[in-house]
């Protein structure tokens, strides 16, 4: 029988797994941002905005699942290294002005990194984590997240105002190498060559899964059901309705720009700025939701709390007042941050770890056909309902998953009983 030999302290693979992640948001982050209020300059039309922001999505939707089957038994940093290198050279083709043909090519070519980064780097996360901590990790984990995509939105905003949109993407494409060479000079192998992965669980008797629970199967099939669609309409309502229109919301308030001590504030600056400050909520709550889950011994409890300030951010944000806004973003954020980082937990609590791979794949593709949907959608719908409309509807779909979870929670089965030795 093969024996999993220990794995490596859990920051020594957390610190270059987060970075790497981190930096590859960079140029996919800034396109969101700024496409929208810069197509001429990237040599698209702006009816092809909606196609390229989601393109990416699309050709996510097949690969998942069977990339998480793969990555099962499989090393995981030569794909996650892999990855973070492909992603970097789809942000080269954003800049070169290849043409829409090759613009396309280029967010196809980002939509296959992606499934490699998303679902190496949380395997990886997994690997070192068991049920006493794995709220936590995945948090850290999603700060990275959040933070890549905050700062890539921020920075980039400021780099296409002030160096133009192609200087900007050259940027972006060296962080994002950089972050694949960090990751290939110092991330540790947490699945050595010729160790089995339900082999490493079973190291760890505190991780039971609600089947090893004697749990009905109906009830955990119900948990992971709710838990595909905690994510799903996170995604809809955030990298569908709210990122990709919130360059066009600001504009239609605020105008092309606005005047701070006689400076001229763009744009693409404040929305990478707004979308920057509240990704930063979103990477504090995710940890916090986490850490706070690990210990209340139901998550369902913990999902319903924090999607409290998501319904109450959504109802604001279309009061279009500055401050309404700024505190909509805020309530927004804090919610997404927390719903991201529980999916992902309550997965993990509901399978074997020979099965967390396609388990993951799966959650994935529920939320990328959600991402991908979103932007469609929500330019579908501006000139039926307007942003306002579309932003009552994201609330709304927070507001279902509220009493979703609350329903589970009240249910009190949730929560993981350790069969004594």
Request: glycine share 12%; hydrophobic share 50%.
């Amino acid at each position: 029988m093969r024996t999993f030999s220990p794995l490596p302290p859990a920051w020594r693979v957390l610190i270059p797994t987060c970075l790497g992640t981190a930096l590859s948001l960079s140029g996919d982050t800034t396109l969101y941002t700024v496409l929208p209020t810069h197509t001429a300059q990237a040599g698209v039309t702006f009816a092809s905005v909606g196609l390229l922001l989601s393109l990416n999505r699309w050709v996510r939707l097949p690969l998942n699942r069977p990339a998480g089957r793969w990555i099962e038994t499989r090393q995981r940093k030569p794909v996650f290294v892999a990855a973070l290198l492909l992603g970097a050279l789809s942000t080269v083709l954003y800049a070169l002005d290849l043409g829409l043909g090759i613009f396309l090519a280029a967010r196809a070519l980002w939509g296959v990194a992606w499934v490699g980064i998303w679902l190496a780097g949380n395997t990886i996360v997994l690997d070192v984590s068991s049920r006493k901590n794995r709220g936590r990790f995945i948090g850290i984990y999603q700060i990275a997240f959040f933070t890549g995509a905050g700062g890539g939105a921020f920075l980039g905003g400021v780099l296409t105002d002030f160096l133009g949109y192609h200087p900007a993407m050259l940027v972006n494409a060296a962080l994002s190498l950089f972050g694949g060479l960090a990751a290939w000079a110092f991330l540790p192998e947490t699945l050595p060559a010729g160790s089995q992965a339900p082999e490493s669980s079973l190291a760890d008797p505190s991780d039971f899964s609600d089947a090893d629970a004697g749990r009905p199967i109906r009830f955990q099939k119900g948990q992971l059901t709710s838990a595909l669609a905690l994510l799903a309409s996170n995604r809809l309502a955030m990298e569908g309705f709210l990122v990709a229109t919130l360059a066009i919301y600001l504009r239609d308030q605020l105008g092309e720009s606005i005047a701070i001590n006689d400076a001229a504030i763009g744009t693409a600056t404040l929305a990478g700025l707004g979308l920057g400050a509240t990704t930063l909520v979103s990477a504090l709550a995710a940890p916090a939701s986490g850490t706070a889950s690990d210990r209340a011994g139901t998550r369902w409890r913990i999902v319903a709390a924090w999607l409290l300030p998501g319904i109450a951010g959504f109802s604001l944000l279309p009061l279009g007042t500055p401050l309404a806004i700024f505190a909509g973003l805020i309530g927004i954020s804090a919610a997404s941050g927390s719903n991201a980082n529980l999916a992902t937990a309550l997965i993990g609590d509901l399978g074997r770890r020979d099965q967390q791979g396609r388990r993951l794949g799966t959650l994935f593709t529920v939320g990328d056909l959600a991402s991908a949907a979103g932007p469609l959608l929500a330019f579908w719908m501006l000139p039926l309902v307007g942003l306002r409309g579309v932003y009552f509807t994201a609330a709304s779909l927070f507001a279902l998953m509220f009493f979703v979870s609350v329903l589970w929670a009240a249910t009190a089965r949730n929560k993981i009983t350790i069969p004594e030795p």
